[in-house]
């Protein structure tokens, strides 16, 4: 008998075509909707993919249900960072931030709501939009990316009302802290600067590679994730992952990964890393690693915690990075499965 | 009293009876008191109850006086005497009273019995009587039921239906005024018209008929007089063959070889029908000859409903000899084997001749038993080619036609019977035998108009012309530009194996000037050692090794940089792109699984391919890619960011021009090349 084929179809240029695309495919980031029940991950080809969490949670999941619901080409670049307010999805990647109506996405209706341009100063090449964040108190949204500024645009009118400099370098990541406000940003300049909303003046400014403890000169200086818990912040990135007490601006824990992270968040009392590596890594506050879960792309870029209140039944965890899958992690002990594109 | 009355009347009784009273009687009915007496009439007259009650009477009377005469005669005496004579008196006249009431007793009875017995004889005639009307009337509903049973022939003629009729039929025959009335007269006349119309359709038929004969027999005269032409053309041809040759017409060379095809079997008849067409339709470039004895086809080719029993019985006839001849199990399977795998002995010769001189000759067979066709091919060249070591597969009969169309490998028969037929001569699979029979890729039935549902296996051969027809363009074109882009790899590797990558001018635009980085060397690998690399793996689990690509090692360096490229090179190249997977050895082993450049010049080679492919017909794509990823291993190294740590001048200092280093958050370097500025910048 003839050896089993390892391809069941023909392949077709067609079908070469797409393998090859979903093989160099990388999904830059995630956003949960309003509801809780759908995941919106976008690709380094500008397109963003609907996953139906509820479908893919329930006991009669099939291998459909774990493909997107819906697909569309948002942008003309890759869509490196995605937020949800309570009706909109904002995505952005070539210099522009566009906004789509989670209602009209679920009936697959993807028109574009409006998309602005942040103004910038240089025309030769279009700066990249990295990180978004919503300030719902202010209902602002801030852009931070390719031409080293942070600009505040207010949703309502769409206009964009100032623009912080300092960095010196593109900046990677954005976070908050709540009860000031500030805007805590991240580049590669290397320096994590804290920005106060209501004077939009630049208030502190930590450069991590500075401090010995967590420099490591041969990955680098670029800080590739921040989070923030109003005291305390932890970055990596080029550095090692580290905790920060912001009064001080000292180093308090170092982590011991040795991997570049390139997102973290707090949760619960745990901090959530994921970076070069397959694993989504479980630290304690006191440095300790708990658990290493791997995953299935070979580097993570983004996770997003489902923390919907009007869907507790989707509550997980999700990783993606360099493949066009999507982890699910409903406990975080394990990697449940894995949507994709 | 009425013994003083019948005294008186007593002599007259005696006398009158019988016949004559009859007579008498009627006169006696009118003449009550008549003359004479009738004891007839006086039966009818006196009462039968009185009568009894006298008898009784008389003969107490009687029984009395003869107790009295008894009396005295027992008693004596003289007055005794007289009184016995007086009652002897009496009692004789009571016994003439007796035998009176005797007679009118026996006269009523006879009166009664007459009257009962006519009775009976009227009732019994009146009996027959309604006998015989019964009987008559029985007689009568069978014959009222025959009559209307009776059916006529006329109705089983099929009449015209009613209105026809009256829109058809004359006037004098159809009658409207009368027959629309009366069934019967409408019945009528339209048997007439039927009649009518008979004989006129008898007569059309007798002409017809004659007609007919007429006809034929002028086509036998023509016929007799085409066939006393058929001599005197052929000389004419012969005569025409050197004017022929002498225009370069050669119709005759043409008609030879339609001969030649009437013996061809359905499907390679086919195949020649349809190319002959399109070589003489659309492609001038394209010769189609019939190789083989046509001794040997006419030997075996019969009408096809008789082939099929021909040949098994000649299959039956060998293996019967065989048998004898050989006993042998081994050697008699084998011959089994040779004969299922058995070809026509004419085949299709076609020679595909492309722009650069290059020939593509296909030579197609039938395998008869297995009902499939086979190709083999071969490429010959205007000028004598050089092989290059890795370029050895490229050009082989072997693959150099495999999958033409995606998953056609040609190594697997086509028709689901045949594994049947296999199982019972014990060939595993038609792999084994191709390299002496030929490849049985699926576009060669289609060319020969073979069509194999997959599902269920096919006994008769059904050869469709329009399914070959559909196929010829597309697939002369895929062979044209098949071989075209073989013998442009085969230039180019070539050139490979030397170092050098060949880029040609039209395609200079794509890179930059100056490309420090080198190809050291190109070599062919194996599937299996593809496979094993440990940096292959996701191409393989993606399905797209399989083992009817071809496989390449490539090696760029530059300074103490070494790129190990593996290459898979697909048979629909260059419409489906091959494929790098990337393996740096530099400062450590990078892969697209530890590093996001490595994984970004990947895909700036496999992805982004079509801005690579050149002009058209795209044969450049391979060289174009090597020189890309020589362009971006100088890119990835200069714009490696300087350790500080380490003391020492950069290994690679940045001579392209880059606007920015870094982008996004996998901080990708500039890998895109931008003409005609020449600056690098990001995606």
């Given amino acids: 008998m003839e050896r089993a084929a390892q391809q069941a179809v023909p392949l077709g240029q067609m079908e070469v075509f797409e393998a090859l695309q979903r093989l160099h495919m990388t999904v830059f980031s995630q956003s949960v909707s309003p509801c809780g029940k759908f995941l919106a991950a976008g690709n380094n080809y500008g397109q963003i993919a609907i996953f139906s969490l509820s479908a893919a949670l329930s006991s009669e999941a099939k291998e459909e249900s774990k493909k997107p619901m819906v697909t569309f080409q948002a942008h003309d670049g890759p869509v490196y960072s995605m937020v949800s307010t309570d009706r909109h999805l904002l995505s952005a990647g070539d210099g522009e931030v566009k906004a789509w109506l989670w209602a009209e996405i679920l009936k697959k209706g993807c028109k574009e709501l409006w998309r602005r341009q942040p103004p910038y100063r240089t025309s030769l090449e279009v700066p990249e939009i990295n990180a978004l964040l919503l300030v719902p108190k202010e209902n602002l949204l801030i852009l931070a990316g390719g031409d080293c500024q942070l600009h505040a645009m207010d949703l309502e009118t769409g206009t964009f009302m100032w623009a912080l400099r300092g960095h010196t370098d593109y900046i990677h990541c954005l976070a908050l802290r709540e009860r000031s406000p500030e805007v805590l940003s991240g580049g590669e300049d290397g320096a994590v600067r804290l920005w106060d909303l209501r004077t939009a003046k630049e208030v502190q400014t930590i450069e991590v590679y500075k401090h010995e403890e967590c420099s490591r000169p041969h990955n680098g200086r670029w800080i590739g994730c921040l989070a923030t818990d109003s005291d305390w912040m932890v970055c990596g990135g080029g550095p090692a992952l580290t905790l920060w007490h912001l009064r001080s601006s000292t180093p308090t824990t170092v982590f011991p990964m040795r991997a570049p992270q390139k997102h973290v968040t707090f949760y619960q009392d745990l901090i959530l890393s994921a970076g070069q590596g397959r694993c989504v890594n479980q630290w304690q506050l006191s440095g300790e690693l708990k658990a290493q879960v791997p995953g299935s792309s070979p580097g993570l870029l983004s996770l997003s915690l489902n923390q919907q209140p009007a869907a507790p039944e989707c509550k997980v965890l999700t990783a993606a990075g360099n493949s066009c899958r999507v982890d699910v992690f409903t406990n975080l002990g394990y990697r449940a499965f894995s949507l994709s594109f | 009293m009425s013994s003083e009355s019948s005294k008186k009347r007593k002599p007259k009784v005696i006398r009158s009876d019988g016949a004559p009273a009859e007579g008498k009687r009627t006169r006696s009915d009118t003449e009550q008191e008549g003359k004479y007496y009738s004891e007839e009439a006086e039966v009818d007259l006196r009462d039968p109850g009185r009568d009894y009650e006298l008898y009784k009477y008389t003969c107490q009377e009687l029984q009395r006086l003869m107790a009295e005469i008894q009396d005295l005669k027992s008693r004596g005496g003289k007055d005794a005497a007289v009184e016995i004579e007086d009652r002897r008196i009496q009692s004789c006249v009571h016994f003439m009273t007796l035998k009176k009431l005797n007679r009118l ?579």
Avoid at chain 2, 347 to 358: G, N, Q, T, W
Avoid at chain 2, 464 to 469: E, G, M, P, V
Avoid at chain 2, 577 to 582: K, S, Y
Avoid at chain 2, 647 to 660: W, Y
Wanted: hydrophobic letters at 35%.
């Fill in chain 2, 105 to 683: 007793a026996h006269i009523r009875l006879k009166k009664g019995r007459d009257q009962t017995h006519e009775a009976k004889q009227k009732v019994d005639a009146y009996h027959l009587q309604l006998q015989n009307l019964l009987y008559e009337v029985m007689h009568l509903q069978k014959e009222i039921t025959k009559c209307l049973e009776f059916k006529s022939k006329h109705e089983e003629i099929d009449l015209v239906s009613l209105e026809e009729f009256y829109k058809e039929a004359p006037p004098d025959i159809s009658k409207a005024e009368v027959t629309m009335g009366d069934p019967h007269q409408q019945t009528l006349a339209r048997l007439d018209w039927e009649l009518e119309q008979r004989k006129r359709l008898a007569e059309k038929y007798r002409e017809c008929l004659s007609n007919k004969e007429k006809i034929l027999k002028e086509i036998e005269v023509k016929k007799e007089y085409l066939s006393s032409l058929q001599p005197r053309l052929n000389s004419i041809m012969q005569a025409s063959l050197p004017v022929q040759e002498y225009l370069f017409m050669p119709f005759d060379q043409a008609h030879k070889q339609y001969e030649t095809a009437r013996h061809l079997p359905p499907p390679l008849y086919v195949l020649f029908v349809q190319a002959t067409a399109y070589g003489q339709a659309c492609d001038k470039m394209l010769s189609v000859a019939i190789e083989g004895s046509v001794d040997e086809a006419k030997a075996l080719f019969k009408p096809p409903e008789d082939s099929q029993d021909d040949e098994s019985d000649s299959d039956a006839e060998e293996e019967q000899t065989t048998k004898r001849r050989r006993p042998t199990l081994g050697v008699q399977l084998d011959d089994k084997r040779k004969e299922m795998l058995k070809r026509h002995p004419l085949s299709v010769l076609l020679d595909l001749k492309c722009k650069d001189d290059s020939v593509l000759h296909l030579t197609f067979y039938y395998l008869m038993n297995l009902n499939i066709m086979t190709v083999k091919a071969r490429v010959t060249t205007a000028t004598e080619l050089i092989t290059p070591i890795s370029a050895g597969d490229l050009l082989s009969p072997d693959s150099v036609l495999s999958c033409l169309y995606p998953g056609d490998h040609g190594k697997k028969t086509p028709n689901p019977a045949n594994q049947y037929q296999f199982d019972k001569v014990g060939i595993l699979t038609l792999r084994d035998y191709v390299l002496d029979l030929g490849h049985p890729y699926l576009w060669v039935q289609k060319l020969g108009g073979l069509h194999f549902p997959k599902e269920q296996p096919q006994h008769t051969v059904i050869t469709d012309h329009s399914l070959s027809a559909s196929h010829m363009e597309t697939t002369m074109k895929l062979l044209k530009t098949r071989v075209q882009s073989r013998l442009a790899l085969h230039k180019q590797f070539a050139s490979l194996e030397h170092g050098i990558v060949p880029v040609t001018s039209d395609c200079h635009y794509l890179f930059p000037a100056k490309v420090v980085s080198r190809l050291v060397k190109w070599v062919t690998i194996a599937h299996e050692d593809y496979t094993e690399l440990h940096f292959t793996k996701d191409i393989v689990e993606a399905g797209l090794a399989g083992d009817t690509n071809l496989y390449y090692m490539a090696l760029v360096e530059r300074g103490t940089a070494k790129l190990q490229a593996a290459v898979v090179l697909n048979p629909g190249y260059s419409s489906i792109p091959p494929i790098f997977q990337l393996c740096l050895n530099w400062k450590g082993e990078k892969t697209n699984n530890n590093d996001d450049n490595i994984r970004a010049m990947e895909s700036e080679v496999n992805v982004c391919y079509k801005e690579l492919c050149g002009p058209r017909p795209g044969h450049q794509l391979l060289t174009n890619q090597l020189q890309r990823l020589c362009v971006l291993l100088d890119v990835y190294l200069e714009t490696e960011s300087h350790d500080d740590s380490v003391e020492g001048p950069k290994e690679f200092p940045q001579e392209k021009m880059c606007l920015r280093l870094f982008r996004g958050p996998s901080r990708i370097k500039p890998f895109k090349y931008n003409h005609p500025q020449g600056f690098f910048s990001h995606r």
